[in-house]
C-alpha cells in the first residue's frame, strides 16, 4: 500500500506503508525490522516488488539513475538489507552505481527517536556526497527506511538539489512512522 506522504520542492516522497513502533505485531513494521537489522530476504523480496510498481508507474524504467540512501544516524552504519535491494532491484532498472551510497553521515548524531535533533540544520551538518562530480544534472531515487518527522530526509534532498546539482526524481520510504 503506497502512501503518498508529501511533495518537497516538487520531489514526491512515497511510503510503501506505515511504521507502527508500539505495535511490534504489525507486518508491515516487523518487515521494516527485519529489512534493517538482519537484511531479511523475504522483507527484501517484499520491498523490492512494492518499489518496482512505483518506478514503473513513475516511468523510471527506461533512463539510468542514481540511488542514495539517508545514512544512519550512526556514522559508518548502514542498514543491512539496502545492499541486496539495491542489487535486485538493478536486475530491472538501469542504475548507476550499484555498490556505493551517494550520502554519508560525517559524525554520528543522537536519533531523533532518542532526543536527538530533528531540525533539518541539524541533520545536514552531518551528511554530505560521494561521487560530487557524477552527479550533477544526473538523475537519483532517494531511499529511507523510516521517517518521523522526515527532516533527515529533506536534508538529504536539500543537499542533492542545492550543493550537488542533482535531479532527485523521487524519495521512496519503507515506512511513515505512525504513533
Known amino acids: 500500500m503506497a502512501i503518498k506522504v508529501e511533495i518537497y520542492r516538487q520531489v514526491p516522497i ?3 506503508g506505515y511504521y507502527l513502533p ?3 505485531k504489525d507486518a508491515h513494521t516487523q518487515l521494516i525490522s527485519s529489512f534493517k537489522f538482519q537484511g531479511n530476504p523475504d522483507a527484501v523480496k517484499h520491498f ?3 518499489t518496482r510498481e512505483i518506478l514503473m508507474i513513475d516511468g523510471m524504467d527506461g533512463a539510468p539513475f542514481f540511488v542514495a540512501t539517508v545514512p544512519s544516524s550512526t556514522a ?3 542498514h543491512k538489507g539496502f545492499p541486496e535491494y539495491f542489487r535486485e ?3 530491472s532498472f538501469p542504475i548507476k552505481n ?3 551510497n551517494l550520502l554519508y ?3 554520528s548524531k543522537q536519533p531523533a527517536h532518542l532526543g536527538g535533533p530533528r531540525d533539518k540544520a541539524a541533520q545536514i551538518a552531518t551528511l554530505n556526497t560521494r561521487s560530487c562530480d557524477r552527479i550533477e544534472g544526473q538523475a537519483v531515487i532517494l531511499f529511507d527506511d523510516v521517517i518521523a518527522s522526515g527532516n533527515s530526509l529533506k536534508a538529504s534532498i ?3 538539489l542545492d550543493n550537488k546539482k542533482a535531479i532527485v526524481k523521487l524519495a521512496i520510504i519503507m515506512g511513515k512512522s505512525k504513533r
Open 105 to 107: 553521515r560525517t559524525e
Open 89 to 91: 532491484l538493478g536486475s
Open 14 to 16: 512515497i511510503a510503501l
Open 98 to 100: 550499484l555498490n556505493s
Open 22 to 24: 508500539e505495535n511490534k
Open 158 to 160: 536539500d543537499l542533492l
Open 76 to 78: 559508518k552504519k548502514s
Open 48 to 50: 523490492v516488488g512494492l
